[in-house]
């Protein structure tokens, strides 16, 4: 397998795969990550995916760039079309009622579909995690249909509230925390991704997949009520 290694500074190295967004090329980067923490590498300090690299953040004073480029290059030999790395499915509530969901209409149209036949994209569709960015624990997720694959907005808006479900050229993402955005909103949910109260505060990572679960603004309070009073669980699938 052919890769590029591309220096970033002089404690991070990128191998870089290949280009575009592919979930193939994805489950490859995971399992490179994978490899590298299981191999226990001399120097590494963390791993960051991307859509088509892997980040490979490095203490200078305890491993040099041609070393760890050399201790990765066996591990990359062991990578085929094949390889997949280890993950999770979330099933994850969405509540698609008019207050969450300001700009399902504007999709709606752009799709060429009724609001009611995009809630029901979003809730079939498998939405594969490429990679977490822009807010701690944010989600960017695949694989929307090319008719909902709508270029972000011309004018972005300031604050978009917490467990917004928004859509863009045909990735979808779960806000974590108030943000701004230039994204579509058109559902919230009501599982906090990101919880620094929790023994791991970041629920979802690369390479997990999650399916929503459409319901009723009463069920949303019921979820969101439980979420604030400890009681709710939540557990991914190993696939």
Excluded at 207 to 226: C, L, M, P, Q, T
Aim: charge should be negative; include cysteine; proline fraction near 8%.
């Amino acid at each position: 397998m052919a890769v590029s290694y591309l220096p970033c500074g002089d404690c991070g190295l990128t191998v870089e795969f290949g280009q575009g967004i592919d979930r193939k090329l994805s489950q490859q980067i995971m399992a490179l990550r994978a490899a590298v923490e299981d191999a226990g590498l001399a120097g590494v300090i963390e791993t960051v995916p991307t859509y088509r690299s892997l980040l490979i953040h490095y203490d200078p004073l305890a491993t040099s760039q041609a070393d760890l480029i050399a201790a990765v290059d066996p591990l990359i030999a062991g990578i085929d079309d094949t390889s997949k790395a280890a993950a999770r499915r979330w099933e994850l509530p969405i509540c698609f009622d008019d207050e969450f969901s300001p700009d399902l209409g504007n999709v709606a149209e752009f799709g060429k579909m009724s609001p009611d036949a995009v809630m029901d994209v979003i809730t079939s569709v498998e939405h594969f995690i490429y990679m977490l960015g822009f807010a701690p624990g944010l989600p960017y997720m695949g694989d929307l249909p090319e008719a909902l694959a709508i270029p972000r907005k011309k004018t972005p808006i300031k604050h978009v509230p917490k467990g917004s479900v928004l859509v863009a050229t045909g990735l979808t993402l779960i806000y974590p925390a108030v943000n701004p955005t230039g994204w579509h909103i058109i559902g919230r949910c009501p599982v906090p991704i990101f919880d620094v109260e929790r023994e791991d505060p970041v629920l979802l990572t690369a390479g997990d997949r999650v399916s929503f679960n459409k319901v009723s603004r009463a069920e949303y309070d019921e979820i969101e009520a439980k979420v604030a009073a400890g009681s709710y669980e939540i557990e991914g699938r190993t696939v």
